[in-house]
């Protein structure tokens, strides 16, 4: 790809990183951080693709090996993201379910 | 399926990451924030099964070996992420991240054996800077994943002319990745690798425990800029742009998480270089503390008309969020104000008390942020202090020079009384003493913070 073309995007993208997380309040860093971390995960993508590509057999067990390791960061990632903000939900509705389930 | 249709893919799910992000910065739309990364980041992965770069056909080649990786990547990480405690998070979430960096250094390295002479020098540089970054994030988190678990020393590590190996080693870095440049080769490209994995290590290793999470947050946003460069050297868009963001909101955060903490990022990484080495303690050992019984413990916050509960690490090691719930639920049906007061960076990172108490169902507007519950001090009759020690210590206003000199505290000192459940004498995690346990309005109450907590709703009943 034209790399005019790739700045381009990648300057964008700086700005819409830096405008979309501008304001967040310190109970959500956490989770934040955690969501972020599993979206660079996508780096499974490109895993994949090398994989794809290998032809030796040392190429084919390190991206292999990437693939493992992108997945964990990936699916791990969203997952434990999901069972932080779990906690969170409901802090009308949901939680008075909730606890009224628990008197039962 | 085509070039056009495949990138249209990326473009939407480069899209819900810009939205997941979005989300997940507002409480109430985090958790759809979260689940619609998800849904881009799987659209993404499974779009690369069904698109023919050129020159190759479908099915892909080693099917059989991604799908196996993919599987065993679920595999392990699904389990660990379910079954961890919520205490033990944070080092999980810095594990992920390692090797999420990890993963894009191997790419790196896969695709630079295959290209080989054929290499631009745009591509090189993108290589040797994802492989360089990659390895830093990858070594550079399992040695903070090591602190938080308290595999090792919590504690800064300085030795001896450390500053001149660090720098020695980043200019060998440095070196080799212009080798790398100029020469081309997979040698240099692994010496490469080998520095930077050594120099992510000691990176780390100067940190103190209580910034471990400002530096897993920097080194979250520096595997984000190397998957955007693992994305140049594949040419596809949607990793430019998902890095890209992960490295400008994760940069955003760390200042962010900075700020909460009251420390500048230079002083976080460099401070164990520049502060002057701690006095011992020795005075203090022969000082002595007021120390109570449950029933003591009871009685002080029986007759209080507020109370400010301080939770920290303390607390959720040792599981007590439930019984703490079960003593405010005690003291408010006797008509007493109960607060609780979290620190922003109360556990092992921003948020993190907020999570342990939401999941012990505490309501959402009996915590209160520091910068609430501080004017409120003075009219407060007890601070009970749960398992907290750092968040409290007046040290951070009045000894310059100290490791959390400058970070903003609760000021429970202001209370008429204060109450420290502490397991021991032993100092927080930035291991420095707390002058409060000595001050004649303090009572400690020794013991795990459940059982001691179990004792004082013992005690408060029979009252």
């Given at each position: 790809m034209d790399l005019i073309a790739i700045v381009t995007i990648f300057v964008l993208a700086v700005f819409v990183g830096f405008e979309v997380v501008s304001k967040v309040s310190s109970t959500l860093h956490t989770p934040l951080m955690s969501g972020a971390n599993a979206i660079h995960g996508v780096i499974l993508v490109g895993a994949i693709i090398v994989a794809d590509h290998s032809e030796t057999n040392l190429e084919l067990g390190l991206s292999v090996a990437a693939i493992v390791l992108a997945t964990i960061n990936m699916v791990g990632g969203f997952v434990v993201t999901d069972r932080m903000l779990e906690m969170f939900k409901g802090k009308s509705g949901g939680r008075a379910n909730q606890s009224s389930g628990d008197k039962k | 399926m085509n070039r056009t249709i495949y990138d249209l893919i990326g473009l939407s799910a480069g899209v819900m990451f810009i939205l997941a992000l979005k989300g997940l910065s507002h409480p109430r739309t985090a958790r759809r924030g979260n689940i619609l990364g998800a849904i881009g980041a799987t659209i993404a992965t499974i779009a690369v099964f069904f698109y023919a770069s050129e020159g190759n056909e479908l099915p892909l080649n080693n099917l059989g070996w991604i799908l196996g990786a993919i599987a065993f990547g679920v595999l392990v990480g699904v389990p660990a992420a379910r079954k961890v405690q919520m205490t033990a998070m944070p080092q999980l979430v810095a594990l992920f991240n390692g090797v999420g960096g990890g993963a894009a250094a191997l790419v790196a390295i896969v695709e630079y054996l295959k290209l080989g002479d054929t290499a631009s020098t745009g591509v090189v540089i993108a290589t040797v800077f994802t492989v360089l970054v990659g390895c830093v994030s990858f070594s550079g988190s399992i040695v903070t994943f090591l602190k938080l678990q308290e595999l090792m020393t919590t504690r800064p590590v300085v030795f001896p002319g450390g500053r001149f190996i660090i720098a020695a080693t980043l200019l060998g870095t440095v070196a080799s990745a212009v080798w790398v440049v100029v020469e081309l080769g997979t040698t240099p490209l692994l010496i490469l690798a080998?520095?930077?994995?050594?120099?992510?290590?000691?990176?780390?290793?100067?940190?103190?425990?209580?910034?471990?999470?400002?530096?897993?947050?920097?080194?979250?946003?520096?595997?984000?800029?190397?998957?955007?460069?693992?994305?140049?050297?594949?040419?596809?868009?949607?990793?430019?742009?998902?890095?890209?963001?992960?490295?400008?909101?994760?940069?955003?955060?760390?200042?962010?998480?900075?700020?909460?903490?009251?420390?500048?990022?230079?002083?976080?990484?460099?401070?164990?270089?520049?502060?002057?080495?701690?006095?011992?303690?020795?005075?203090?050992?022969?000082?002595?503390?007021?120390?109570?019984?449950?029933?003591?413990?009871?009685?002080?916050?029986?007759?209080?008309?507020?109370?400010?509960?301080?939770?920290?690490?303390?607390?959720?090691?040792?599981?007590?969020?439930?019984?703490?719930?079960?003593?405010?639920?005690?003291?408010?049906?006797?008509?007493?104000?109960?607060?609780?007061?979290?620190?922003?960076?109360?556990?092992?990172?921003?948020?993190?008390?907020?999570?342990?108490?939401?999941?012990?169902?505490?309501?959402?507007?009996?915590?209160?942020?520091?910068?609430?519950?501080?004017?409120?001090?003075?009219?407060?009759?007890?601070?009970?202090?749960?398992?907290?020690?750092?968040?409290?210590?007046?040290?951070?206003?009045?000894?310059?020079?100290?490791?959390?000199?400058?970070?903003?505290?609760?000021?429970?000192?202001?209370?008429?009384?204060?109450?420290?459940?502490?397991?021991?004498?032993?100092?927080?995690?930035?291991?420095?003493?707390?002058?409060?346990?000595?001050?004649?309005?303090?009572?400690?109450?020794?013991?795990?913070?459940?059982?001691?907590?179990?004792?004082?709703?013992?005690?408060l009943k029979a009252l």
């Open positions: - | 080998a520095l930077s994995l050594i120099f992510g290590v000691l990176f780390v290793l100067p940190v103190g425990g209580a910034d471990v999470p400002i530096v897993i947050s920097l080194l979250n946003a520096f595997t984000g800029l190397t998957v955007a460069a693992g994305g140049y050297v594949l040419d596809a868009t949607l990793l430019i742009i998902a890095g890209t963001l992960v490295g400008a909101s994760g940069t955003i955060l760390t200042r962010l998480m900075a700020e909460a903490m009251g420390r500048s990022l230079f002083g976080t990484l460099f401070g164990a270089f520049t502060a002057k080495p701690q006095e011992a303690g020795s005075a203090s050992e022969t000082r002595t503390v007021k120390s109570g019984t449950p029933d003591d413990v009871a009685i002080l916050l029986n007759y209080a008309r507020r109370v400010v509960i301080v939770p920290g690490f303390g607390l959720a090691v040792a599981q007590a969020q439930h019984t703490v719930r079960e003593l405010a639920d005690l003291l408010t049906a006797k008509g007493i104000d109960v607060a609780y007061g979290i620190h922003p960076v109360a556990g092992r990172m921003p948020g993190h008390m907020n999570v342990l108490l939401a999941e012990a169902n505490v309501p959402y507007e009996q915590l209160s942020e520091m910068d609430e519950v501080n004017p409120t001090f003075p009219q407060t009759d007890v601070a009970l202090i749960i398992g907290a020690n750092d968040v409290v210590n007046p040290a951070a206003k009045t000894t310059p020079g100290c490791p959390i000199y400058g970070m903003p505290i609760l000021d429970v000192a202001q209370a008429g009384n204060v109450i420290f459940l502490k397991r021991s004498m032993r100092p927080g995690f930035a291991g420095i003493e707390n002058e409060l346990l000595f001050d004649p309005k303090t009572t400690l109450l020794f013991g795990d913070a459940k059982a001691s907590l179990t004792k004082v709703v013992g005690a």
